[in-house]
């Protein structure tokens, strides 16, 4: 059964770089049909979606956050991983990653499983 | 890229059934197919319930059913029972080759 666990700081100094993990497990990360993604929802907000990665290295990203998004795949430990640059007060928020149900084989198919989230603050 | 436009909040009884709508444009909604629909509890992890419009994954209730007309798309939830109270988000995909997220409709049993 596939299961995603996030996992880094849970507070991060602004204008640093905030770093997060997701560890894939009961499934091959490298897997053409599904998509691996990341989301956030800050304190009492909806969601905002960040970026999208296949593991053949096909990324997508939001662009209102302004290219300080990295979003990258390490198919020998079975993971992928997010790292935001200069970060302020607004993205404090919970962190998602999330995989595609696969059912288009498509990057913009649903999220289908979802991890249980981590909440990082950025604050001094 | 602006959110997809959800009510704040809708209620109803046990029993009953409710619609809540998710309103874009010809970019998102009303130009592709990709249009989902999650249920969160409070401090849990959004479930998907509904994927390209009107399918739903193994597992989720027939109680939720999903369609679209133009640029809005719809969720109902018919039998409500008190453990679908929770927050409901529309997605899509965009013209921009982006997902957009709706801010989300707080449902109240």
């Known amino acids: 059964q596939l299961q995603l666990q996030e996992s880094g700081p849970g507070l991060v100094k602004p204008s640093e770089t905030l770093s997060l993990t997701c560890t894939v497990s009961?499934?091959?990360?490298?897997?053409?049909?599904?998509?691996w993604g990341w989301i956030r929802q800050p304190p009492g907000k909806g969601l905002e979606w960040i970026g999208t990665?296949?593991?053949?290295?096909?990324?997508y990203d939001n662009p209102s956050l302004k290219s300080r998004v990295t979003i990258s795949v390490d198919t020998s430990k079975n993971q992928f991983s997010l790292k935001l640059t200069s970060v302020t007060a607004a993205d404090t928020a919970v962190y998602y990653c999330a995989v595609t149900h696969g059912y288009n084989g498509s990057p913009w198919d649903a999220f289908h499983i979802w991890g249980q989230g981590t909440m990082v603050t950025v604050s001094s | 890229q602006s959110a997809l436009t959800q009510p704040a909040s809708v209620s109803g009884s046990p029993g009953q059934s409710i619609t809540i709508s998710c309103t874009g444009t010809s970019s998102d909604i009303g130009g592709y197919n990709y249009v989902s629909w999650f249920q969160q509890h409070p401090g849990k992890a959004p479930k998907l319930l509904i994927f390209?419009?009107?399918y739903r994954p193994s597992g989720v209730s027939n109680r939720f059913s999903g369609s679209k007309s133009g640029n809005t798309a719809s969720l109902t939830i018919s039998g409500l029972q008190a453990t679908d109270e929770a927050d409901y988000f529309c997605?899509?995909?965009?013209?921009?080759?982006?997902?957009?997220f709706g801010g989300g409709t707080k449902l109240t049993v």
């Open positions: 997605s899509s995909y965009t013209s921009s080759n982006t997902r957009v």
């Open positions: 990665v296949h593991y053949r290295g096909n990324t």
């Open positions: 390209d419009v009107t």
């Open positions: 009961g499934y091959s990360i490298s897997s053409n049909i599904y998509y």
